[in-house]
């Protein structure tokens, strides 16, 4: 007893003696007039070394006792504990020093709170499901290995056999490749050691396509923990996968329609393809376009750079797996598109002068008022008018201009630094199509949407085609993938929340805005415009959406660590030609034209419902949207980009209300349709006789 007595002595007695009062002190820096790059640096004196540093922003380690890429005017925390677990916490905030960095700063907040009311996850919320990453067990594969590595590897012996229980770096087995090079892999955790691959087969060789797709090919082992770990963030913060609420509310709305509509997204597609060929156009029919041209304005507010960018990320996020459940609510999504652009043309306002104002801010209003709701479908109509009038200045503008900006200075160098001039040429372009109106815009959208898409299509078909042989192996991985997730993607539930995002994000059903195209459209009866409305989810998500996947796929680019967006794409397609990725720039940059020019629509229609229908009102929502143009080209916004973004999902709150009150007579009127298209009693051009 005294002889452990003496021994904890000696071992307290120098921490005693040589410790000091902890201290820290620390300094913040804001090296440049860029956003996002402020430093935040810290020392610790005193306790018991060494130290941990537990920062709030989650992508800095906890080793390091330096922050950087901070937002600046934003408080940020660090707690440091010493090794006897004394804590000091000390808050810093990086001082702001131009307009740009003050209103990134003053905007990060909003995009918190208004981020955390659109990815709430309720079901983590009352216990039904755990939203954290956990690992099952820690995966053993060749050192350094790539997508892009040309060689075989061969497992040559298995040192420790299988159910072994090993430690940290024991070696564990040794592997070949194809120049006969030995390679002694050793573990990188402590469990139970599982064999993938027998001795003497191959783990990988880049000449089997099927190794190529697949994913996690480059595995042989795996170590089994005794229990789950939690996944962190560099910060230590756990990793969570939480199912936010607006995707909730999107997919639950679109399947509600899909059975209250009696599946007509399948049912209706043949008859929407006849209207959208103008085999029932009406030349006398009220309105202001064609059907066809209704469509290709719509769509090209959707088809953007979430078709290029954005599947990227998904598939990164939730693999192959991804594109499978990003079709499916695609499919669910047309019957929602139906219901709102149907009533999008039944409420619509025609002026005298031919003007035509409809879209939700008009069904929510004075459909709801027939059904003695007036004071909630005002406040429902307003709401919709004040975010698609955000949304229209943010992501159907700035977002566009910046994103489009970069990717061409990307590819083209020497537009680097130049962001404001590209930005007054595009706001040239847009501003000489969105003067002439709505007729105007749905020509230029009518002729640039065909084109743009024909070039993305035959290109990844072409892509599709080089790596026919990948197939088999292809399908393989979306299928098990969407079935068969492992934990570190999620799960089942991780893949399926991924796949639906980025489809219900990408095509917008739901959030009301094509709604204000379609109701434009010339025709005498508005279910005609809701089939034709339900074309866009499956160009945007089925095909679009869907062929950037498996060009990813193919190539095997999804396997690719480190990189997401736009760039990871453009490298898919770069690999089998070689000089598509300058066409894919100048593709992204006509994605974000159209883009632009059929949101000046929307958000001038949410304008004139707040403030007036005049064309002297018209013209100075123009002019503003001309110079966000330029604002969004030439500055880094970052917060600001965000908050206006999330406002294009937050538009499906009011919207959804409207369509799940009025959806009865939305059915009352498609069956009264169907009738009369049974009867032969529509309007239909006769067919010229051969």
């Known amino acids: 007893m005294k002889k452990c007595l003496l021994t904890l002595f000696s071992t307290l007695l120098p921490i005693l003696f040589f410790a000091q009062d902890f201290d820290v002190k620390g300094e913040a820096f804001n090296p440049s007039d860029n956003i996002n790059d402020g430093v935040i640096k810290v020392s610790a004196s005193g306790g018991v070394p060494p130290y941990t540093y537990r920062w709030s922003n989650q992508s800095t380690p906890l080793n390091s006792n330096e922050a950087v890429g901070l937002t600046e005017g934003i408080p940020y925390t660090v707690v440091i504990t010493d090794a006897v677990g004394d804590t000091k916490t000390v808050v810093y905030t990086v001082k702001t020093q131009a307009i740009t960095e003050v209103f990134n700063g003053t905007m990060t907040p909003a995009v918190a709170t208004l981020g ?111 229990k789950p770990l939690v996944l962190t963030h560099p910060n230590g913060d756990p990793l969570t996968k939480p199912i936010p609420f607006i995707v909730i509310w999107l997919v639950l709305g679109a399947l509600f329609f899909t059975l209250r509509m009696g599946f007509i997204n399948f049912r209706g597609f043949r008859h929407a393809i006849d209207l959208a060929r103008g085999k029932y156009d009406d030349p006398d029919a009220p309105g202001q376009v064609t059907h066809f041209q209704a469509l290709a304005t719509a769509v090209s507010g959707t088809v953007g750079l979430g078709n290029i960018a954005g599947v990227a990320v998904a598939i990164s996020l939730g693999g192959a797996g991804a594109t499978f459940w990003m079709i499916v609510c695609g499919l669910l999504g047309m019957s929602t598109k139906f219901v709102e652009c149907t009533l999008g043309v039944k409420y619509r306002d025609i002026l005298p002068d031919g003007r035509v104002f409809g879209g939700p801010m008009n069904y929510l209003r004075y459909g709801l008022e027939k059904r003695q709701m007036k004071g909630l479908g005002k406040v429902l109509a307003g709401l919709f008018a004040v975010l698609a009038v955000g949304a229209s200045f943010g992501g159907g503008n700035m977002f566009q201009a910046n994103q489009s900006f970069e990717q061409l200075a990307g590819q083209f160098p020497m537009l680097a630094g130049h962001g404001f001039w590209f930005g007054i040429v595009t706001a040239i372009l847009v501003g000489v199509v969105i003067i002439g109106g709505i007729s105007s815009i749905a020509k230029v959208t009518g002729k640039v949407v065909p084109i743009m898409a024909s070039i993305y299509i035959v290109a990844a078909l072409a892509v599709i085609i080089m790596n026919i042989q990948n197939v088999g192996p292809a399908f393989a991985a979306i299928y098990d993938g969407a079935f068969n997730a492992s934990a570190l993607k999620g799960g089942v539930i991780g893949v399926l929340v991924i796949g639906f995002q980025r489809a219900a994000f990408s095509n917008e059903a739901g959030v009301g805005s094509a709604a204000i195209a379609h109701s434009t459209a010339k025709t005498n009866h508005p279910p005609s415009e809701g089939f034709v409305a339900l074309l866009e989810p499956f160009i945007d998500t089925v095909v679009v959406c869907t062929l950037t996947a498996l060009v990813l796929i193919f190539t095997g680019m999804h396997e690719v660590e480190g990189m997401a967006g736009a760039q990871l794409t453009s490298d898919a397609f770069g690999s089998q030609i070689s000089w598509f990725p300058y066409v894919l720039a100048l593709a992204v940059f006509l994605f974000a034209f159209s883009t632009m020019i059929s949101w000046s629509y929307y958000g001038m229609r949410a304008w004139t419902y707040l403030f007036g229908k005049s064309k002297r009102i018209e013209f100075i929502y123009k002019m503003l949207f001309l110079v966000f143009v330029v604002i969004g080209a030439s500055v880094s916004l970052g917060a600001v980009l965000d908050f206006s973004d999330m406002m294009i999902l937050a538009m499906s709150f009011p919207n959804i209300i409207g369509l799940y009150i009025m959806s009865k007579e939305v059915k009352i009127d498609l069956d009264s349709y169907i009738q009369k298209l049974k009867a032969n009693l529509l309007y239909k051009k006769q067919e010229p006789n051969k």
Do not use: C
């Open 116 to 226: 955390a009311v659109l990815f709430w996850d309720p079901f983590a919320t009352i216990g039904i499901y755990d939203p954290v990453v956990y690992a099952d067990a820690k995966q053993i594969g060749i050192p350094g290995w790539t997508n892009e590595v040309e060689n075989k590897y061969v497992l040559k012996e298995w040192l420790q056999p299988e159910g072994a229980r090993v430690s940290k770096d024991v070696p564990i087995a040794i592997i070949t490749d194809q120049e006969g090079k030995e390679m002694t892999i050793t573990a990188s955790a402590r469990g139970e050691l599982k064999h993938l691959t027998a001795a003497g087969e191959t783990i990988y060789n880049s000449e089997n396509q099927k190794h190529v797709i697949e994913q996690g090919a480059h595995f042989f082992g795996q170590i089994v923990y005794d």
